[in-house]
């Protein structure tokens, strides 16, 4: 694995947790992790269970004891990192967004394809797919239980950044990040919107604002944020704060997307509402066990049932808890690992492949571009 912060502690526990709950067709061996200090990167391997340390990615990719690689790096890396890797004869599982650009997203996909036909796999790390509830969400919409679909609407919804004197994270500067909350949390909904629905966005109209222009280039850095010094010098603030678009589905449905990291009282709220021609459903992240669940055959005098996904007939539940004992943030990463280790021991290709995220990322250019030309309407 190369990166071992917030990504890499949330992917490092999936690989030490999988194989103890789940009965996986292959045994993962965490190997190496790599990271630039030679210091941090030996303790990160200590507390995250790795077996040793490198400080140059290159050489993960040259170790004969290697088979798969995990990027959890800023996305300015990814190409370059998993594109040598699929090369070299490696699985990979790269974290989203995928790239930084769709030029650099299609190299990645072109070199997934090749790679597949010897046998080596790539998948993205969208791991909000994997929460029951949601993804539970999607068996019902491929059952038929909502019929057609008509609207979509998809937010996220967090406000780690609302203190101005919040430090000037790699998160914030375009070069090593590629976009603010449109490609931080805003790839989260495209994908789950997509891939919920069964259907592809084809068009945008968008909106996009930067609230604070400039931060603190130190301070204490806590989780995602931290805190700034307000005497020390400022740097420019290169990405979105928030973003807002419309859209059009191919399959006819119309489309309503929130990212921002400005909702002062939302920490995660990453939501998806689907509403069919004969039933809704919705999710919210911050409830993440429930699922809400509309039938208009119920009568009018019915009303939005929650569904507690903690059944054993659920998705992925059977492995885990007693009934109504839910799951948390972590476990979506678990299962991540499960079914990547299971498409790899089939010979199959692992979702979402590169090619699904290449079709966010171009959704993501879409949504900049339109913002960039006033709204326009833009095609993806």
């Not at 945008?204 to 609230?211: D, P, Q």
């Not at 290169?238 to 909702?263: L, Y």
């Not at 669940?293 to 007939?313: C, H, L, M, V, W």
């Amino acid at each position: 694995m190369i990166g071992y912060a917030f990504m890499g502690a949330a992917h490092s526990h999936a690989w030490r947790t999988a194989p103890r709950f789940f009965d996986l067709p292959l045994a993962p061996q965490m190997t190496a992790l790599a990271g630039r200090d030679p210091e941090r990167v030996a303790a990160a391997a200590t507390k995250l269970g790795w077996d040793s340390s490198e400080t140059d990615w290159r050489r993960l990719i040259e170790r004969d004891d290697i088979d798969l690689i995990d990027i959890c790096v800023p996305g300015n890396l990814h190409a370059e990192i998993a594109i040598a890797a699929l090369e070299a004869g490696k699985h990979v599982l790269c974290e989203k967004p995928l790239a930084n650009s769709v030029e650099e997203a299609e190299q990645m996909t072109a070199a997934a394809e090749a790679a597949k036909a010897k046998g080596v796999y790539a998948m993205c790390g969208f791991s909000y797919r994997r929460t029951p509830a949601l993804a539970l969400a999607k068996r019902l919409v491929e059952s038929g239980a909502l019929g057609p679909i008509r609207h979509v609407r998809a937010q996220y919804l967090q406000d780690w950044l609302t203190d101005e004197n919040a430090p000037l994270t790699w998160r914030l500067d375009k070069s090593k990040s590629g976009s603010g909350s449109l490609g931080d949390i805003g790839a989260h909904i495209i994908d789950a919107a997509q891939w919920v629905s069964g259907a592809n966005i084809t068009g945008v109209s968008a909106i996009m604002e930067t609230f604070v222009k400039e931060r603190p280039v130190g301070g204490d850095f806590v989780g995602l944020g931290g805190v700034g010094g307000t005497d020390g010098p400022k740097g420019p603030v290169t990405v979105d704060d928030a973003a807002m678009f419309t859209a059009r589905f191919d399959d006819g449905a119309v489309g309503v997307f929130e990212a921002t990291r400005f909702a002062l009282g939302r920490k995660n709220a990453m939501r998806v509402e689907l509403n069919g021609a004969k039933a809704s459903l919705a999710f919210d992240f911050e409830d993440m066990n429930s699922l809400w669940f509309y039938d208009s055959a119920d009568g009018p005098n019915s009303g939005f049932r929650k569904i507690q996904a903690t059944e054993p007939e659920h998705p992925y539940t059977g492995n885990w808890w007693p009934v109504g004992h839910g799951l948390g943030y972590e476990h979506a990463f678990t299962h991540q690992v499960v079914d990547l280790v299971g498409a790899i021991a089939n010979g199959e290709q692992p979702t979402p492949s590169f090619a699904d995220a290449l079709r966010v990322q171009r959704v993501l250019a879409a949504v900049e571009a339109s913002a960039e030309d006033e709204s326009r309407w833009t095609a993806v």
